[in-house]
């Protein structure tokens, strides 16, 4: 798994970590991650202090697509791939796969935008959204737009998605994907999402899926391993608690939120849905999937959260072989 690297200068201490052998105990490993951001290692062997946590933290991540049935039969596409590949079954995906490749630009189905390159875990969202056709349905934070593709995906691109993002550079890549995919239903724009709070009742589906500290994504890019800090991860508490309460004003009664990071910190995941809940009538709803699990906070560096966070779902590295992961499935009474 490469980090990133451009050039041939002095390595920094996340490259160094990037570039240990996986025969390495994991002693090492835990040094290495330790050497890279101290202040990171002491954050998070509170949260998973685990052996197996370290180890696959450092082990690159499996290859994984979705097949886009907005333009192609989903066993047709299977069974030409499965010519030229190996693919897993992602068991909480029907459309997601697990592939043995990682040099997608050569795919013809690639470059159609017959397949999508998405993160099996990441996958889930929408999976559990309750989507259909004639929906009204906010993206409160797109881009890139694996997610919102496959929410046009389970909407047979009937109904509309208001696809939001902050950041023009960040729309251009979004706007790119759903063109490739074949979206039909998107409204691009360009706002802070917390602007979405004052259209009160009006979407049938919301999805936030927020910025975050990126930790699922070490697995993926050692960057992410030395760009965390503390600090950050604060700041973007207080935006997710922002987003997540503009989203649940915007969901009609009766509709499904899903709140999502890929970051493990309970600042950043059961923190939030915990503010939610003291702050609305939000009902909290278990997410029944076939994976395994960690059991979610109820109390983390002297903050107590609701019991019904038990209901959340948080996915450690080790559970499944993903990203680490965190879901929550709300309910607008």
Known sequence: MGSGRIGKGK?????KVANISEELSVKEIREAFKAA?????????????????FRFMHKPIRSSIRVNTL???????VERLSEEFVLERVLWCEEGFFINTENFGSIPEHRLGIIFTQESASMIPPVVMELAPKMKVLDIAAAPGA???????????????????VKMKRLNILISNLQRCGVLIARVTM???????????????????????????????????????????KRLSKLQKGLILAGFRAL????????????????ENEA?????????????????????RHQPFL????????????????????DNDTEGFFVAKIRKP
């Open 147 to 165: 997610k919102t593709t496959q929410i046009a995906q389970y909407m047979r691109n009937e109904g509309c998605i208001i696809a939001n993002d």
């Open 299 to 318: 109390k983390f560096d002297g903050e107590e959260f609701s019991r019904e966070l038990r209901k959340c779902l948080r996915i450690h590295p080790q």
């Open 272 to 292: 939030v849905v915990d503010f939610l809940l003291r702050e609305t009538d939000a009902e909290i709803e278990d997410v029944r999937l076939p994976l395994r």
């Open 191 to 233: 706002k802070d999402g917390r602007y979405f709070g004052r259209f009160e009742g009006k979407f049938d589906a919301v999805l936030v899926d927020v910025p975050c500290s990126n930790v699922g994504m070490i697995r993926k890019n050692f960057k992410y391993l030395k760009y965390w800090r503390a600090g950050e991860v």
């Open 37 to 53: 951001n101290p202040k990171f290692y002491e954050r998070y062997v509170q949260i998973d202090d685990s052996d197996e946590f």
């Open 71 to 77: 333009k192609a039969e989903l066993d047709e596409v």
């Open 252 to 267: 009609k009664e009766g509709g499904v939120l899903v709140y999502s990071t890929c970051t493990l910190d309970p600042a």
């Open 11 to 15: 390595m920094t201490e996340a490259e």
